[in-house]
């Protein structure tokens, strides 16, 4: 079974607004991580936060992650046409050496 | 180019048949990870391995075997194919375990079972 899992399963919104995208997981973590899928393409590693860390930024992305809950959120603020996409988050789960992925969100940019 | 190289990208096979899918890893990357993506189970992880020895193991059936090289590049196996194995498969690479790097992912094989 999927550890993580994303919400909303999909998300429209208008270009230049902020995109909000959650993940859970549910046991304890190394590190959690975001990436991007284009339509039937291979993901795109975006951001790696560790278990220890609290927010990252990396441009206009803002990654946070409360362990007490089991969740990280993703942001993508002033969004673009391009930013159209799959995310998904993935964690290493304690004493795993694999990546588990969620089912994803689906957010499309509307120009 | 992500720098995983990923071939055939598109496969067309008949139910019983076997076929390989082939990764080459980033330049530097010692571990191999495969990863099966359909509709319906999202991004299943089979398999992964690091400089030539398999490290852990996930949802990969019987059917499905792999190996990596000493060259670093891996092949996944999968026989007696069935209509349900349809799916995009993805190798992806990271320099070494997963807890400090991200992977870099192919653009993967989309295999169909007809």
């Known amino acids: 079974s999927q550890q993580g899992e994303e919400d909303p399963q999909a998300l429209s919104i208008q270009e230049g607004e902020n995109a909000t995208m959650n993940c859970s997981y549910k046991?304890?973590?190394?590190?959690l991580q975001w990436y991007r899928q284009n339509s039937g393409r291979g993901l795109v590693h975006l951001i790696l936060?560790?278990?220890?860390?609290r927010e990252k930024h990396s441009g206009r992305l803002r990654v946070t992650l409360d362990t007490s809950k089991k969740s990280s959120s993703l942001l993508i603020t002033a969004s673009r046409a391009a930013d159209t996409a799959s995310y998904f988050c993935?964690?290493?789960?304690?004493?795993?050496?694999?990546?588990?992925f969620g089912q994803g969100t689906r957010l499309t940019i509307n120009p | 180019d992500s720098g995983v190289t990923q071939t055939p990208k598109h496969l067309i096979t008949a139910t019983g048949q076997r076929v390989t899918l082939r990764c080459s890893p980033r330049s530097g990357d010692l571990s191999v990870y495969w990863y099966q993506q359909s509709l319906d189970q999202g991004l299943q992880f089979l398999i992964q391995y690091y400089n030539g020895e398999e490290r852990a193991k996930g949802n990969i059936l019987e059917r499905f075997s792999a190996q990596q090289f000493p060259d670093l590049h891996s092949e996944l196996n999968l026989s007696s194919l069935e209509l349900g194995d349809s799916a995009l498969y993805f190798c992806?690479?990271?320099?070494?375990?997963?807890?400090?790097?991200?992977?870099?992912f192919g653009s993967g094989t989309r295999l169909t079972v007809v």
């Open positions: 993935a964690n290493v789960i304690q004493g795993a050496q694999k990546l588990v």
């Open positions: 992806a690479s990271s320099p070494q375990g997963v807890l400090v790097y991200g992977y870099t």
């Open positions: 046991t304890s973590i190394n590190n």
């Open positions: 936060i560790r278990s220890n860390e």
